[in-house]
């Protein structure tokens, strides 16, 4: 009998082939490189879902037993399918979500990251992804404006986990106990609380599910004409929340929100929270990105008194999703989320090598080199390439904003504070709710014809436009 290893199939090895490896890869580059170039790509072509899905069935390879043969023609239908059924964002027609087209820079180095596989959570295993997001911070530290050595950041797959992360670093170190006693820890001083914007992203009030907190321990903090956290009202909400027996330990500011992108008033707010200890989270998630840019950088002024950052590269800093870094004010607070031991991945005596793993500050134990294609775009380019193209967009936003001002048949719902934009077509006397079906109409039309793509949000009250002019 013959217990021994059975030597792979020569197309398993195949499957490793390096002269094929080039074959699929210059083929590939080829057709990315026309897609690139097509200027004729506009908006988004939907596909019936059953449509695509037979599509993607009939290019699978129906052979059970054997590994199958590579079939360069199959490999380039799938690319071809891929291409053109996703949203264009390198396309002119293309103004929807806020995930952008990336720096083709960018995506030859997730190439790479993609091909060498260095989850970066630790040292070891991704040596120079962990220096570079030491750097990086330090890079993007000189527009924060924190004491060098003092602060500390990690990245997270995604805006969404970052704001998740820190806000469980604000409760782990304002409710003491709620990490080893949970939601059972008698803190003696109200149910912990949650203090938002009323306009904050849902990953932000989702977290109140997530940590246990409940969505009734949220505290909506309501919003001035400029959509903005109204700075007044914030003290007598606080106050009411205690006398609800509410204990506000974080409150979380936007710089950026994503249906107007207003920017809070950070350093109103991290005077409020500063006096009552409450930790401020800032979900820059989009707007952070404008720190780099001299002419924009004051819309976050006040963000070096945040705690805590959420920054997400793939938004306006053009390179592939996700790539979030958390920032943290004080740096023993990145390693307060998590306390779990584990000896096969943390050592007793960090050494300094383990001092720069992320595991201990982060959810994801395997997770992309993300920081690696940002790092390159800035290494090669510098702070100008972003900042240029972050004052362009925000440029292109204000002047369609004075050309709907002219439109009477246009109204627009706030003054364009970086690249978003909301507006909406209302010829005529129509009521709210006419007015509201209309523009879902000439979406789903404009979506239909495919030349271009735009978003759609609902946003309460009339449109405040008196003074933004
Ligand atoms: C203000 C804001 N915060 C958080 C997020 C979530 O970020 P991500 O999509 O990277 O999870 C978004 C995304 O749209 C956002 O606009």
Redesign the pocket.
Known sequence: MDHGARIPSGLTLDAFNIQQFRESSEATLARLEKHLADASIRGLELTEPAQLTRAARSLMTTEREHVAGYDEAKLNAIIDLYLKTGIQVHSPGYMGR?FSGTFPLAGVVDFVSSLVSQPSSFYEAAQLPNVVEKIMADEFNRFIGWPAGSFAMVTTS????A?LTAILAARNDRVPGSWSEGGAADHGRGRPALAVGADV?Y?VSRTAGVMGIGEAQLVRLPLNRRHQIDVDRVVPELEAAQRRGLRVFCLVA?A???SVSAFDPLRELAEITRERGIWLHV?G??GASLLVSDELRWKLDGIDGADSL?W?A?KMMFTP??C?MLFYRDKDKSRSPFHQWASYVFDEEPDVYTALDSGGKTLECTKRPMIMPLWVLWAMYGRALFAEKIEYLCRLTRDVHRILLAEPDFETTHWPEANILCFRYRPGALSDSEAHRLQIAIRDRVKARGTFFISKVDIAGPPPCAWCS
């Open positions: 806020q995604g805006g969404s986990l704001n992203h990953s936007s950026g929100t994503t979900d998630a989009h959420t997400d793939h999703a996700p979030t």
